[in-house]
């Protein structure tokens, strides 16, 4: 899992573009970094071979051997980087297409999606040391050449998400070549979405591999897509979050995305938090944010190397929050954080800083030009790690106002009447204060960063709203931090 885990390094360009070269060879620093870390799972017992973004970055994979003596190898693969919706809906599954690449005797068919993103492994080329301008398969013979013959090499094959749906059809149709040295294979995949029908997994399940494992979290929506993604709008059980009628309809549409064809999962299926332990406690309430934050949360690469008892991998960098929020090109924002490094870089949108940030020794901090821009922006800091996400304590507006933003609410939960404090950025004089649609009636502004307000009365008042703060025209996004939960009048 760990090594499924690297495979997620640097998946995105920084925002002020980056050509794939340089973004590859970014993504093999931070890979080679992290191999190199015994504090890990993969504890400095694997180095990289070979390593290929496929074109407009699509997919990723990537080849390393141990160092270890055991002769073993292991084929990696990355899926589109995008959250859980846009992997289930960009993954074409109304046409099926034939995958004679499995070296089955007999016609098996995958979903048309998994086999554009299985043909966008096999056929890119590294452009970048150490096995520059050579295919997977190219790049694993010459290894395979080299390895010792005994004991008899082992192939792994891995991969989270979309990558462990990759990683599943790597396996057979490397399987089926002719090798230097034949080696044994063996499947491990995480949280995959389904590669096939009956067709390829009863082919699939025909081969004698080492291992063939499908772990999954019980709770992670998924690896249900698409045998019976329909049975997740259902969860999740106490202390929730329980689907709204926004989700199931949401779930409903993509579930339908199959046109009548019918997905089978492939291998031995291994269950982890079966009796649902493991959970987000800020994701509990019946809305459709903290429910699709919910979901993200079971399936992340983080929740899933904690579910198996191996140590995080290092994150990308996060900004927490900035000062000043708004400004001209030329001033000067510091900008808070963590995983700040030396070689971190600064984007204000599309735009990167002219010169070069002072990077606090703590890395929580850094100090940056504002480069030219318009607008309102996200200020981003790229590393080999990756970058940070953009979130509304991250914004930056060009000539001001400054964006407001509500970052917490204090308490969380209480009968209509309860005075909470909201906090956040941008607040001013005047601000009005909406608990989801309606105002509340008394608002006191205590500074930039601080206003309280008094819940409003609803018609419905057993329920979790978000609270939204207004400043002239601009008003707050929601988020799960701004949420209030009425307990009654």
Not at 306 to 315: E, F, I, K, R, Y
Not at 370 to 399: C, D, E, K
Request: glycine share 8%.
């Amino acid at each position: 899992m760990t090594l499924a885990a690297l495979a997620a390094t640097g998946a995105t360009p920084r925002p002020s573009g980056e050509t794939l070269e340089q973004q590859t060879k970014r993504i093999i620093t931070g890979i080679d970094a992290q191999l190199s870390d015994p504090s890990l799972a993969t504890q400095d017992e694997w180095e990289l071979v070979w390593l290929a973004l496929s074109e407009a970055n699509a997919n990723m994979a990537y080849l390393v051997r141990s160092t270890n003596g055991s002769n073993e190898f292991a084929v990696v693969a990355r899926g589109t980087d995008a959250d859980w919706i846009d992997i289930l809906e960009d993954l074409e599954v109304g046409t099926v297409a034939p995958f004679p690449e499995s070296g089955s005797p007999k016609p098996i068919y995958v979903s048309k999606g998994a086999k554009d993103a299985f043909t966008r492994v096999v056929t890119a080329r590294s452009i970048a040391s150490p096995s520059p301008n050579v295919t997977l398969a190219q790049a694993l013979a010459v290894a395979l050449k080299a390895a010792p013959s005994s004991p008899q090499p082992t192939v792994y094959l891995t991969g989270h998400s979309l990558g462990g749906c990759i990683a599943s059809m790597l396996a057979p149709y490397l399987q089926a070549q002719t090798w230097p040295k034949q080696p044994k294979f063996a499947v491990m995949t995480y949280a995959a979405p389904t590669a096939g029908v009956q067709s390829f997994v009863d082919y699939f399940d025909s081969i004698p591999w080492v291992i063939d494992e499908r772990q999954n979290n019980a709770y992670d929506l998924v690896p249900h897509a698409w045998a019976d993604l329909d049975t997740t709008a259902d969860w999740y059980p106490s202390p929730g979050p329980q689907a709204t009628e926004e989700v199931k309809l949401l779930i409903g549409k993509i579930a339908r995305r199959t046109n009548g064809n019918v997905y089978v999962q492939p291998g031995t299926l291994c269950l982890m938090n079966t009796g649902y332990t493991s959970f987000s406690e800020k994701l509990i309430h019946k809305t459709t944010q903290d429910f699709l934050g919910q979901i993200a949360y079971q399936h992340a690469n983080s929740t899933y190397l904690d579910l198996v008892g191996a140590p995080d991998v290092p994150s990308p960098p996060v900004v927490t929050d900035l000062s000043p929020t708004f400004g001209a090109a030329g001033d000067t924002v510091t900008i808070n954080g963590r995983g700040f490094s030396k070689d971190s870089v600064v984007d204000f949108g599309r735009f990167a800083c002219t010169e070069p940030p002072t990077i606090d020794p703590s890395g929580l901090k850094i100090t940056a030009k504002v480069p030219n821009g318009t607008g309102v922006v996200h200020v981003r800091v790229t590393n080999t790690l990756g970058t940070s996400p953009a979130i509304a304590m991250s914004q930056f507006a060009y000539g001001g106002p400054a964006p407001v933003v509500v970052s917490s609410v204090s308490p969380t939960s209480g009968k209509v009447g309860t005075p909470v404090t909201i906090n956040g950025e941008g607040f001013a004089q005047g601000a009005t204060v909406h608990f989801k649609d309606k105002a509340s009636g008394s608002v006191t502004f205590v500074s930039t960063g601080q206003l309280t307000a008094t819940a409003p009365d609803l018609l419905d008042v057993q329920q979790t709203v978000n609270i939204t703060v207004t400043v002239g025209k601009a008003t707050s996004p929601t988020s799960p931090d701004d949420e209030f939960t009425y307990t009654g009048r």
